[in-house]
């Protein structure tokens, strides 16, 4: 079965406690990405990564590193998280075939207090 | 890149076909028009997309004017599962995997 696994699914930190959201798909997908949700924001994209070892910047990456060290990863690294980061997050895992389809995880909402 | 926009909320009956518009008045020749749902708070899930022609799948249809400057989503028979934001997409160009989502409509299926 097509998964997108996401760890954890919740989270609660302190400000400045370095924290990984793990990202895992079985879908041998070169193209995968991360998103913030806000409330009134919609879904923001904060990097993306085309291959191993290439990732780029989305729109909102101000505080967060990504690594693509192997195709089926793609783990987001908040170095010190503040509460501003606190949002719901979402892992995507995309095809690259007929269609554009993106496989979204069941997402992790992170707390920073 | 072309906007997209899209009614902040939308009710349907049971049971009716749900009629979701999308304005998109700057798309170019090779952008494809993308429709994702997402259900309370799990991830978005791809239903439809489309170039030029309609479209029509299991899950829904896709008809695009003949301009290219607007679309709509056509859900037949809505269901309460059906209850969930609705997001109109222009991909950039073919293939660049870049999926921008705006704030998407609210569709609320009524008993």
């Known amino acids: 079965e097509a998964q997108v696994t996401q760890n954890p699914r919740y989270l609660i930190t302190v400000t400045g406690k370095k924290l990984t959201v793990t990202c895992s798909q079985n879908?041998?997908?070169?193209?995968m990405s991360w998103y913030r949700q806000d409330p009134g924001l919609g879904l923001r994209q904060i990097y993306y990564?085309?291959?191993?070892?290439?990732?780029d910047k989305g729109d909102v990456p101000e505080g967060y590193k990504v690594s693509r060290k192997e195709k089926r990863n793609f783990p987001l690294i908040l170095e010190s998280p503040s509460p501003n980061q606190t949002s719901l997050y979402f892992c995507?895992?995309?095809?690259?075939?007929?269609?554009?389809?993106?496989?979204f995880g069941q997402g992790t909402r992170l707390t920073v207090v | 890149d072309a906007k997209t926009t899209q009614p902040t909320s939308m009710d349907c009956a049971e049971g009716r076909a749900a009629n979701l518009p999308c304005n998109h008045s700057?798309?170019?020749?090779?952008?494809?028009v993308y429709w994702y749902r997402q259900i309370h708070s799990q991830g978005p899930q791809y239903i439809i997309h489309?170039?030029?022609n309609n479209e029509t799948n299991e899950m829904a249809s896709l008809i695009i004017t003949e301009d290219r400057k607007s679309s709509t989503l056509i859900l037949p028979h809505a269901t309460l599962r059906d209850t969930a934001v609705y997001y109109c997409?222009?991909?950039?160009?073919?293939?660049?995997?870049?999926?921008?989502f705006g704030k998407g409509t609210k569709l609320s299926v009524i008993p």
């Open positions: 700057t798309i170019s020749g090779n952008e494809y």
């Open positions: 990564s085309m291959n191993v070892e290439v990732t």
């Open positions: 879908m041998n997908h070169e193209y």
């Open positions: 995507a895992s995309i095809s690259t075939g007929s269609r554009t389809e993106a496989f």
């Open positions: 489309g170039l030029k």
């Open positions: 997409i222009v991909e950039p160009w073919a293939g660049s995997y870049q999926l921008t």
